[in-house]
C-alpha cells in the first residue's frame, strides 16, 4: 500500500512539474532560513554552559551610587570576590580576570598586539571547564610570570613547537613561561581569552597589590570580572541577604565619606550573554534580537507551508476526478486522506535533503553575517538532524492536511458526472486570505528593513556636535614616547597636511573617566560623580566644538592650565546653573575630607556633542587642561590630505623612538564602531526581507497560475463578449492589486508599531519613520508581485476564446 | 453582408493534421435566418467560429462587412465583433459569479456605454426576453430556458447586426427550445441576422436557409420558403 502511495506521489509530482518546483524551492528555503536561525539562536542561548558547575557560577557586578548618580558595572572592586569568599560559606571558590587592551606581545623578533589577556587567579581551572592540551593545570598559575596559552596563541607564537616551558615578553619587560595550552574558549563564551597571565606577576609591580590588599579604599576601585563558584546547596541570594553586614565592614565608613554606597549584584553564568545590559560589559548578545528572528524563523516556515496547501487546494480540480475513481473503485476517505499527506511529505523530505545541502553551503557566509563559527560537521549531530527532520515531517503533515481533507471530501458521484472539484467559494477566500498573510509579513519585513537602513544613516549622519571627519586617533601607550607628547605634537603641526592636533585622556566615543568632584550648588559645594576629559588647549579646536557660552581656552588667559573648565549644555541644566554657568566653579581632585584639590571655574559652555554613541542619552561632562600629557594624540588633516598627513605622522612616530609600532584609527570609524550590531541586523533584515518577499512570491505565482487556470472559461466568455485582452489583463491584475493593497494597509500599523517599539527602546536618538519608506515598501512590493503574476495573466488575457468554451 | 471564399482551416497538433473545413464558399446577406447543420465533427463549429471571428482561416478569404478580416489581428477582430456580433451557446456560457444584470450588461461595458445608458439598455432588453424580474439572480439560481433567455438578451444588448447561436436549444427541454427559437425569430424579423448551428430539424425550420455541411465541405444548401 505504501508502495503505491509512493508511487503515485512521484508520479504526480513528475506530471506537475511547475507546481511540485515551486512547492520545494518554498519549503526549501524555508527549511534552510529556519536552520540558520535555529543555529544562531540555539548558540545564542546556550552561551557558557559548558561549562559543568554553571548552574552554581555567577558574575558578580557592582551598583554605585556616587551623590545622586546611579550606575551598574559588569566589573567589580579588586578585593571583592576573596573577600566574599572569607566571609560567606557560600562561596566554594573565586576567580578574577583583569583585561589587558592592546598589548604588545613579543615573541623572539615577532610582534604582536593582543586584547584578550587577562591577568587570573590560579583558581580559573577549579571554577571553569577548559581542556588541557599541553603541560599541567596544577599550578600552572600559581607563580609569578607563569602564563597559560589557547592553542591558537599557542600556534601563533610557536608554530608546531612544544610551547610549554617557552618565554612570551609582553609590554616589553614582563617576561611570562608557558605552563599549559587550553583548547580554544568555546566560541559561544561570553569571556574569550588567548591568554592567561598569573595575578601573582603582579605582586611584583607597582600597583600590583591592588589584586590582594583589602584595604578600605581597594573597594571603591573598580577594575576586573569576577567569579564565585557556590556551594552545591548554595543559593546567591542568601549572599545579597548578608550583604548589608559585609558593605558595613569593608565599605561603609569610605562610602559615607564619599556620599556614595554600593550594591552587590549578580548574573548567573549561562545568563550573562543575554540579560546583561552594564557599563564595562563584554560584548553580550541581545534577547530582542533573538525574540525577532526566532518569530521570523517561524513566520518563514509558516509561509512556505503556506504555500503548499495553498497550491495543493488551488489544484483540486484537476484532482478531483482522480479522487472520484479511487473512491469508485474502493479507496475509503482515511486512504485518501493518507495519500495526500504522503505526497506533502515527499516534497518535504525532499526540500530536507536539499536544504541540508544548501545549508552546508551557505555556512561560511553565514558565519561572516551572524560572527559565529559553524562547521557542518559541528551541527551535524544526529540530534540535529533528528530534529530537522521531525520539523519537515510535521510541515509535511501540517501543510498536507488540509489539502488531503479537502480533496478527500469531493463525493465520487458528483465528481464523475463533472459538477464538483470546482473550488468553493471558501476555499478561494482561504487561498485569498493566504497570500495576503504572506503579503502582510514580506511588506512588514520590507518596510523594516528601509528604516533600519535609515536609522543607520542617521546614526552615521547626525550632526554630533563636532567633526568626526578628516581625523586620525594615535593612542600612546609607551610611556617614554609620551613624555615627548608636547615636542610631538609641536613636529606633527610643522606638516601643511596637519591642520590642529590635540592630546588628551578621552574622545567622543571613548570616554570612560568618571571621577566624584565638588560642584557649586546654591549654598555649597557638592559631590557629585561626573565624566571628565583631561586635554591641552587644542582639544576643544580640534574636536570643532561649538561655544555657545564663554570661550574655549587661551594660553594668554596665563591661568587656565589649572583655574579653568569648559562644560557641555547638559552639565549647565543638570548642576542646576542654567544660563549663569560661567564663573561657576568645581573642585576636582580634593582629598576625602574635602580638603586641597584644583578649584576651577567655568569659563565656557560648549554645545551638547555624543561623546557616547547614539544608544546613550547625552550627559554631563566636563573638560580642563592636563598637567600631564594623556594617552590619546588626535590629529586633524586638510580634506583630502590624508595620504600624505598619516605618512607624515608615521614617519615622526618612528623619529620619535616609539617602542610600538604605528597604528592608528580613524574617529569617524570609533564612532561608527559602536553600531555594528545594527549595521548587521540591517543587512540580515535585508535578507529575511527578500526570502519572505521571495516566497510569498512563489505563493503569488501559484495563486495567478491557478486563478488564470480556473477563470479560463469566465475569460473565454468575456472576450466573446467584447472584451480585449487589455481589458482581462486588467481585470486579472486588479485582483491581485487589491490583495497587496489590503496586505500593505495592514502591514503599515503593524509595522511602524514593532519599529517605533524597537527604535524607542534602542536608541536615545533615532531618525523618524518617512512616509515615503513606507510607499516605497509598498511600491516595492506591489510591482514585484504584479510582475511576478504578469506571466500568467498574459498567457491567459491573451488565449483564444475558443479554446477555452470548446471544453465546457 | 458576409463573403467567404475557399475556406479552409487545418489544425495541427503533434501527431496530427486535421483539417476541418475545405474550401467552403458562400455568402450571406443582411437580415438572413441562416441554419447550419451537419453531423458531429463535420466542422460546424469550426466554421461558426471563423465566421465570428474567433478564429483565422488556414487559406482562404472572409470578408466581414467588407472588411477583409482574413489575416487581421486579434485587436482588430475583437473590435469588430463587440460592435457588430452577439454570441448564443449551448452552454449559455454565463459568468456564475455576476448576476443576471451583470451578465447583460458586461458586452455594454466593453462597448464603453455610460453607466446611466447602460442600465435603460439592460432594463429594457431584460423586459424584452421576460426575465426582468431575475436580474438580481445568479445563474445558477435559474433554470435552462431562463439561464438561455439572459445569454440571449446578453448577444442582443449591443444590437448587433449579426447573432451566432451555436445549438442554442441544445441543453433545453422541447418547450423552452421554442422559446429561444420563437425569440431569434423575432430578432430575425426586427432584422438581425442570424446564424445558427443545430442539430434539430424542428429548431432549422425557423431558418430560410440550411447549409449541410459534411466533413468540411458545404454537401448542399436548402432554401426555404416560409
Given at each position: 500500500m505504501f508502495k503505491n502511495y509512493l508511487l503515485s506521489a512521484i508520479r504526480n509530482m513528475a506530471k506537475n512539474k511547475f507546481y511540485s518546483a515551486l512547492n520545494i524551492i518554498g519549503l526549501t528555503i524555508g527549511l534552510v532560513t529556519f536552520i540558520l536561525i535555529f543555529l544562531y539562536v540555539r548558540d545564542e542561548i546556550t552561551y557558557?554552559?559548558?561549562?559543568?558547575?554553571y548552574e552554581r557560577i555567577y558574575r558578580i557586578e557592582s551598583s554605585f551610587r556616587i551623590g545622586t548618580k546611579y550606575d551598574n558595572f559588569a566589573i567589580v572592586p579588586f578585593p571583592m570576590a576573596p573577600a566574599l569568599q572569607l566571609e560567606f560559606p557560600e562561596v566554594e571558590n573565586v576567580v578574577r580576570f583583569a583585561g589587558e587592551d592592546n598589548l604588545l606581545v613579543r615573541i623572539g623578533d615577532k610582534e604582536y598586539y593582543e586584547n584578550r589577556f587577562y591577568y587570573t587567579d590560579s583558581t580559573v581551572f577549579d571554577v571553569f571547564n577548559h581542556s588541557l592540551l599541553?603541560?599541567?593545570?596544577?599550578?600552572?598559575?600559581?607563580?609569578?610570570n607563569t602564563i597559560v596559552l589557547t592553542n591558537s596563541s599557542a600556534k601563533k607564537y610557536?608554530?608546531?613547537?612544544?610551547?610549554?616551558g617557552r618565554i612570551v615578553l609582553v609590554d616589553n619587560d614582563m617576561q611570562f613561561k608557558v605552563t599549559a595550552v587550553v583548547a580554544d574558549?568555546?566560541?559561544?563564551?561570553h569571556l574569550k581569552f588567548d591568554a592567561l597571565m598569573s595575578?601573582?606577576?603582579?605582586?611584583?609591580?607597582?600597583?600590583?597589590e591592588d589584586f590582594n590588599s583589602m584595604e578600605p579604599?581597594?573597594?571603591w576601585n573598580i577594575g576586573l570580572y569576577a567569579y564565585v563558584l557556590l556551594n552545591?546547596?548554595?543559593?546567591?541570594e542568601s549572599i545579597f541577604e548578608k550583604f548589608p553586614q559585609f558593605y558595613e565592614k569593608y565599605m561603609k565608613s569610605l562610602g559615607d565619606q564619599l556620599n556614595a554606597s554600593f550594591d552587590l549584584k549578580a548574573t548567573r553564568l549561562d545568563k550573562v550573554h543575554l540579560t546583561s545590559k552594564l557599563a564595562a560589559d563584554l560584548p553580550t548578545g541581545n534577547i530582542a534580537y533573538i525574540k525577532i528572528f526566532s518569530i521570523v524563523a517561524l513566520f518563514i516556515l509558516l509561509l512556505a507551508s503556506i504555500n503548499y496547501m495553498n497550491m495543493a487546494t488551488a489544484r483540486a480540480t484537476k484532482r478531483a476526478k482522480e479522487v472520484g475513481l479511487r473512491k469508485v473503485i474502493g479507496a475509503d476517505r482515511y486512504q485518501l486522506i493518507i495519500q495526500f499527506i504522503s505526497e506533502a511529505l515527499l516534497l518535504t523530505f525532499i526540500a530536507y535533503l536539499l536544504s541540508l545541502l544548501i545549508t552546508s553551503m551557505l555556512l561560511a557566509d553565514f558565519n561572516t553575517l551572524s560572527g559565529k563559527a559553524f562547521t557542518f560537521n559541528g551541527i551535524a549531530t544526529p540530534d540535529f538532524l533528528l530534529l530537522i527532520f521531525g520539523i519537515s515531517v510535521i510541515i509535511g503533515i501540517i501543510s498536507g492536511s488540509y489539502p488531503a481533507f479537502y480533496l478527500s471530501s469531493f463525493s465520487p458521484l458528483k465528481v464523475l458526472k463533472g459538477?464538483?472539484?470546482?473550488?468553493?467559494k471558501a476555499s478561494h477566500w482561504l487561498r485569498r486570505g493566504l497570500v495576503l498573510i504572506q503579503f502582510f509579513i514580506a511588506i512588514v519585513m520590507i518596510i523594516a528593513t528601509i528604516v533600519v537602513s535609515d536609522q543607520l544613516d542617521f546614526l552615521k549622519n547626525?550632526?554630533?556636535?563636532?567633526?568626526?571627519?578628516?581625523t586620525v586617533v594615535l593612542e600612546m601607550q609607551d610611556t617614554s614616547f609620551r613624555k615627548q607628547a608636547v615636542a610631538f605634537k609641536e613636529h606633527l603641526l610643522?606638516?601643511?597636511?596637519?591642520?590642529s592636533a590635540c592630546n588628551s585622556s578621552g574622545v567622543p566615543s571613548r570616554n570612560l573617566w568618571i571621577q566624584v568632584m565638588l560642584v557649586e550648588q546654591e549654598n555649597e559645594m557638592k559631590e557629585m560623580a561626573v565624566i571628565l576629559t583631561q586635554c591641552d588647549y587644542d582639544y576643544p579646536k580640534t574636536m570643532e566644538f561649538k561655544f555657545v557660552e564663554g570661550r574655549d581656552f587661551d594660553k594668554?588667559?596665563?591661568t587656565d592650565d589649572t583655574a579653568a573648565v569648559i562644560i557641555n549644555q547638559t552639565a549647565a541644566k543638570q548642576f542646576g546653573?542654567?544660563?549663569?554657568?560661567?564663573g561657576k566653579k568645581i573642585n576636582y581632585g580634593?582629598?576625602?575630607?574635602?580638603?586641597g584639590g584644583r578649584i576651577m571655574k567655568v569659563i565656557g559652555v560648549v554645545k551638547d556633542?555624543?561623546?557616547?554613541?547614539?544608544h546613550n542619552k547625552i550627559e554631563p561632562i566636563i573638560m580642563f587642561i592636563s598637567p600631564r600629557p594623556r594617552f590619546l594624540m588626535t590629529v586633524r588633516y586638510k580634506e583630502g590630505e590624508k595620504n600624505q598627513a598619516l605618512e607624515y605622522i608615521e614617519q615622526s612616530w618612528k623619529e620619535f623612538g616609539n617602542k610600538r609600532p604605528f597604528d592608528y584609527k580613524m574617529l569617524s570609524e570609533m564612532q561608527e564602531e559602536s553600531y555594528g550590531a545594527e549595521q548587521r541586523i540591517s543587512t540580515l533584515f535585508l535578507i529575511i526581507a527578500s526570502i519572505t518577499l521571495f516566497i510569498a512570491l512563489l505563493g503569488l505565482l501559484g495563486l495567478s497560475s491557478f486563478t488564470a487556470e480556473s477563470r479560463t472559461r469566465e475569460i473565454g466568455i468575456r472576450k466573446v463578449n467584447g472584451a480585449l485582452t487589455g481589458d482581462i489583463m486588467l481585470l486579472l491584475f486588479r485582483e491581485f492589486f487589491w490583495l497587496i493593497l489590503i496586505s500593505f494597509v495592514f502591514a503599515v500599523p503593524v509595522a511602524i508599531w514593532q519599529i517605533t517599539n524597537w527604535m524607542e527602546s534602542s536608541f536615545v536618538y533615532y531618525t523618524q519613520i518617512h512616509w515615503y519608506s513606507v510607499a516605497i515598501s509598498g511600491l516595492v512590493a506591489l510591482i514585484i508581485g504584479l510582475a511576478t503574476i504578469s506571466f500568467h495573466v498574459v498567457r491567459a488575457a491573451s488565449a483564444n476564446p475558443v479554446e477555452s468554451l470548446k471544453y465546457e | 453582408m458576409i463573403k467567404s471564399v475557399d475556406l479552409t482551416r487545418i489544425f495541427l497538433t503533434e501527431e496530427v493534421e486535421t483539417?476541418?473545413?475545405?474550401q467552403v464558399t458562400f455568402d450571406i446577406k443582411q437580415g438572413e435566418f441562416v441554419a447550419i447543420m451537419g453531423p458531429s465533427g463535420c466542422g460546424k463549429s469550426t466554421l461558426l467560429n471563423i465566421i465570428g471571428l474567433l478564429d483565422n482561416p488556414t487559406k482562404g478569404k472572409y470578408i466581414f462587412l467588407d472588411h477583409?478580416?482574413?489575416?487581421?489581428s486579434e485587436r482588430q477582430r475583437a473590435k469588430l465583433r463587440k460592435q457588430n456580433i452577439g454570441f448564443v451557446f449551448q452552454n449559455f456560457n454565463?459568468?456564475?459569479?455576476?448576476?443576471v444584470f451583470e451578465n447583460v450588461e458586461m458586452p455594454l461595458i466593453y462597448l464603453g456605454i455610460p453607466t446611466k445608458e447602460r442600465k435603460q439598455r439592460v432594463e429594457e432588453v431584460l423586459e424584452q426576453m421576460q426575465i426582468s424580474h431575475r436580474?438580481?439572480?445568479?445563474?445558477?439560481?435559474?433554470s435552462g430556458g431562463q439561464q438561455q433567455r439572459v445569454a440571449v438578451a446578453r448577444a442582443v444588448v449591443s444590437n448587433p447586426k449579426l447573432i451566432l447561436a451555436d445549438e442554442?436549444?441544445?441543453?433545453?427541454d422541447s418547450a423552452n427550445g421554442e422559446e429561444v427559437m420563437n425569440l431569434l425569430s423575432d430578432l430575425n424579423r426586427k432584422g438581425t441576422t442570424i446564424i445558427m448551428v443545430t442539430h434539430s430539424q424542428r429548431d432549422a425550420e425557423y431558418s430560410h436557409r440550411i447549409i449541410r455541411l459534411f466533413d468540411g465541405q458545404i454537401l448542399v444548401e436548402n432554401f426555404q420558403s416560409n
Open positions: 557558557d554552559q559548558h561549562h559543568k558547575n599541553a603541560g599541567s593545570l596544577d599550578r600552572c598559575l600559581a607563580e609569578p610557536f608554530g608546531n613547537e612544544n610551547p610549554i574558549v568555546l566560541e559561544n563564551s595575578v601573582a606577576t603582579l605582586a611584583h609591580r607597582p600597583g600590583g579604599d581597594r573597594f552545591p546547596n548554595s543559593n546567591i459538477h464538483a472539484g470546482k473550488s468553493g547626525k550632526d554630533l556636535g563636532f567633526d568626526k571627519n578628516n610643522q606638516n601643511p597636511s596637519i591642520v594668554n588667559m596665563g546653573w542654567g544660563a549663569d554657568a560661567i580634593m582629598e576625602l575630607d574635602r580638603s556633542y555624543n561623546f557616547n554613541s547614539l | 483539417t476541418a473545413l475545405r477583409d478580416v482574413t489575416n487581421s454565463l459568468i456564475d459569479e455576476l448576476t436580474k438580481k439572480h445568479f445563474p445558477g439560481q435559474l442554442p436549444t441544445g441543453n433545453l
